[in-house]
């Protein structure tokens, strides 16, 4: 019997220890994933603070620990510099989980997900900032869960900045007498300095350079040689009166409807004080749509036109806010969290909020 006795204590003693051997294997291979995701946050952590809080969001929004690094960077222990910051970390990865929910965020549907239905809740009791309520409307409109009509081209600038986002191109013909020069400017990286990738190409020239632009004065560093104004996209917006500091300093004089490549782009003209130079500027962008220089005493003339770019569309529109959500739609929200509304009469509300410009996301 006593035999029998200790077979079952020793039987038992081994289920235990096997039992808490799983829970630490499971509980290290948890940390390491946690470990992980801590990690690709510190690898973009860069990029949240170089591109604001928009722009980051626009690049990153559909990775998959999108949410997590927002999470961490909200939190003040991403800033804290003590020993034990990364245990202090994995804890808030911890709560709630997310793995499920950014899961279902790549699933194609019909249906309003629960997660999104969570951060409105969450939002309207201030848990939540706009950023991650805004993800869900804008996860809906991507699945076509909200059917909108509005189907401008929004670029979200800065007063008084040169307006540009990451890929934009231009490419100019000049003329100069009886020479053509082909200029394509490619704008790779858009932050507080803009970095372009400069072609040239002629009859006996090709070259490739590179140099930044400021994105509020619109001043050119090349070479370390110090300040050249950038003569084909000035910051915006443009008035009647403003003065542009320039190789030929001009002043917008009158406006004008310019035509390029069927589309007709109000427009403003620009002269300078001798009257040898002209060029016309889109009012939504501030890109020079044509310039002509021309001094008939030294027999120079030169024309540049802009023959291509990804910047102007149909319905290219400028918004100079990136988000406007009103105070009241929080009504809406909690409405449709508590379930007075109903999903079909939420969406059609979001919208006609979105069509009449009264909801920006």
Same mark, same amino acid.
């Given at each position: ?97 997310? /793995? =499920? +929910? ?16 969570? @951060?409105? $809740? *969450? ?118 009166? /403003? =003065? +542009? ?16 490549? @069927?589309? $007709? *782009? ?96």
């Amino acid at each position: 019997m006593e035999k029998y006795v200790l077979l079952f204590a020793l039987l038992s003693v081994t289920s235990i220890t096997c039992g808490t051997q799983l829970v630490f294997a499971q509980t290290y291979d948890d940390n390491k994933e946690k470990t992980s995701i801590i990690q690709t946050c510190e690898k973009i952590y860069p990029d949240s603070q170089k591109l604001g809080s928009a722009k980051f969001r626009e690049r990153y929004q559909y990775s998959v620990n999108f949410r997590d690094c927002v999470t961490l960077y909200d939190d003040p222990i991403w800033d804290s510099v003590e020993s034990d910051r990364i245990d202090k970390l994995i804890l808030l990865l911890e709560k709630p989980p997310q /793995t =499920k +929910i950014i899961r279902d965020r790549f699933n194609d549907t019909q249906n309003i997900p629960q997660w999104v239905k969570d @951060d409105a $809740k *969450r939002w309207d009791q201030g848990e939540e900032n706009d950023n991650i309520f805004s993800y869900g409307i804008r996860y809906m409109m991507s699945s076509k869960i909200i059917k909108s009509n509005n189907t401008l081209d929004y670029r979200n600038c800065s007063y008084g900045t040169i307006c540009l986002t990451q890929n934009d191109f231009v490419k100019y013909s000049i003329k100069n007498n009886n020479d053509t020069i082909i200029l394509t400017h490619t704008f790779d990286d858009v932050s507080d300095n803009i970095f372009v990738i400069s072609k040239e190409s002629s009859k006996n020239i090709k070259t490739i350079t590179n140099f930044q632009i400021n994105k509020t004065s619109g001043l050119v560093e090349s070479d370390k040689k110090c300040c050249t104004p950038y003569r084909y996209i000035h910051p915006i917006p443009m008035n009647l009166g /403003t =003065k +542009i500091n320039q190789e030929h300093p001009s002043e917008v004089v009158s406006e004008v409807v310019f035509l390029f490549k @069927d589309l $007709k *782009r109000p427009s403003f003209v620009a002269k300078d004080k001798p009257g040898k130079y002209l060029e016309i500027i889109d009012k939504e962008t501030g890109m020079v749509l044509f310039s002509k220089y021309q001094d008939k005493s030294r027999h120079l003339l030169q024309v540049t036109q802009l023959v291509d770019t990804n910047i102007v569309k149909k319905d290219t529109t400028i918004r100079y806010d990136n988000m406007k959500i009103p105070s009241w739609f929080k009504n809406t929200v909690k409405w449709w969290t508590e379930g007075k509304i109903s999903d079909s009469e939420y969406v059609a509300g979001i919208s006609h909020l979105l069509k009449n410009d009264v909801l920006r996301i």
